[in-house]
């Protein structure tokens, strides 16, 4: 049986169980398609003072181990230094997880580590690949690429880290292309596009959805943090120009208060509501009664905002980036391509409405991307990670 050691600083957990979602159900996927898994989810608390803020008091109280749907869960707690960039994380990782994986290796010999996240989790995990003498899988999903391949002082780092790392996995074709660019060696990169729930997300009556949710007329959803980087001001503008048109953001973030006043001052208060977080179980519903997802981010890996919408039969708008091309090549009626300016997304989501394509030709691009196909290439990378070091090992 394959042994994977899941290190990851994005994973939900009591306080926050939509964060990192997509690796806990990568996870769970995982286990299911017959891996054994234990996750180790190292928390980031700073010194005290600082530690004494309510962000961290509910991380400082989460249990450091536990069973999450089944699969065990470490949170070792690791030094997080304000004001430093992040340039210590890593090595702040590394060093507090190495007793516990010291620890968990007497009873669960992991065959190698997967880092669920470049930056911290990538250095940290080549660091500890070679003290346990195990391969080393990393995961390049969008921000740990874009952010911290380019940020001062963590930029060596990453670099270094895909260098040495055993293999890579890429969440699309152009994140693979930018990984090379900043001098990762292509061949030791697999794209493997993140999975989705064909189940959960899935086509229903959208009147009905929509009654159910309350809203008469047209209805874009935007699934996304509340930070700039995913472009909400863009998406509201558009509207804004779109008579009738209802727009729902579903997010939390620090950006919650301006966006309301924005929509307060252009007087948009009865078409254009934030929604905060929205529980994991209830995204599909609202998906369902959308009849376009627009999401106007500066820069994605694959989002898999883009993929649920799309299994739920609902045709999204998007800019060109990431995976965006590489998500509706040979599927024209899964969405379109908008320039990032309110006005080219007002017309994508305006041909959308006009035009409503068929809520299974939507789904067609994303049906062979489920989590258990996702799941047996990830095995097979995996496995023929471990298979070079044995081979490696007995030369």
């Known amino acids: 049986m394959l042994r994977v050691l899941t290190l990851s600083t994005l994973f939900p957990d009591a306080s926050r169980p939509n964060f990192g979602i997509f690796v806990e159900r990568q996870t769970l996927a995982l286990a299911e398609a017959g891996a054994a898994v234990t996750v ?50 890593a090595r702040m990782v590394a060093r507090a997880v190495a007793p516990v994986l010291a620890a968990i290796r007497t ?8 880092a669920e996240f470049f930056y911290p989790g990538g250095p940290a995990a080549v660091a500890l690949g070679r003290r346990f003498g195990v391969p080393v899988s990393i995961t390049a999903r969008g921000s740990d690429i874009h952010m911290w391949g380019k940020a001062p002082g963590v930029a060596g780092q990453v670099i270094a880290a895909g260098r040495a790392a055993e293999g890579m996995v890429a969440v699309s074709e152009a994140m693979r292309d930018d990984m ?84 307060a001052r252009m007087g948009l208060g009865g078409r254009v509501r934030l929604l905060g977080g929205v ?27 883009w993929f649920e919408a799309m299994a739920s039969g609902t045709p999204i708008a998007i800019p060109d ?15 379109r391509l908008a320039a990032r300016t309110p006005r080219g997304f007002a017309e994508a989501i305006a041909g959308l409405l006009a035009e409503p394509p068929e809520a299974k030709l939507v789904r067609a691009a994303v ?26 090992q007995a030369a």
Do not use: C
Not at 67 to 89: A, D, I, M, S
Not at 107 to 114: E, G, R, S, V
Not at 322 to 329: C, S
């Open 367 to 392: 049906e062979p991307y489920s989590w258990a196909a996702h799941s047996a290439h990830l095995i097979q990378h995996y496995s023929r990670l471990i298979g070079a070091r044995g081979i490696s």
């Open 279 to 305: 529980p994991a179980d209830e995204v599909a519903a609202l998906l369902a009664a959308a009849d376009v997802m627009a999401l106007a981010s500066e820069r994605e890996g694959l989002a898999n905002a």
């Open 180 to 263: 090379i660019a900043l001098g990762m060696p292509g061949e030791r990169i697999r794209p493997i596009v993140t999975g989705i729930d064909l189940d959960r997300f899935a086509p229903r009556d959208r009147t009905a959805a929509k009654a159910a949710a309350g809203v008469s007329g047209p209805l874009v959803v935007s699934l996304g943090a509340l930070i700039p980087l995913k472009g909400h001001d863009i998406v509201i503008d558009a509207v804004a120009g779109l008579p009738g048109v209802n727009l729902w953001i579903a997010g939390q973030g620090p950006e919650h208060a301006r966006l309301e006043a924005k929509i």
């Open 107 to 114: 009873a669960f010999p992991f065959d190698l580590i997967a």
């Open 40 to 89: 180790v989810a190292p928390v980031g608390i700073p010194p005290w003072p600082l530690s004494l803020h309510p962000r961290y008091r509910a991380l400082a109280g989460l249990p450091e181990h536990e069973r999450w749907k089944g699969v065990e869960v470490y949170r070792p707690r690791f030094l997080n230094l304000p004001g430093t960039g992040g340039r210590f994380h």
């Open 321 to 335: 980036v990431g995976g965006a091309r590489q998500v509706l090549r040979g599927h024209d009626a899964a969405g």
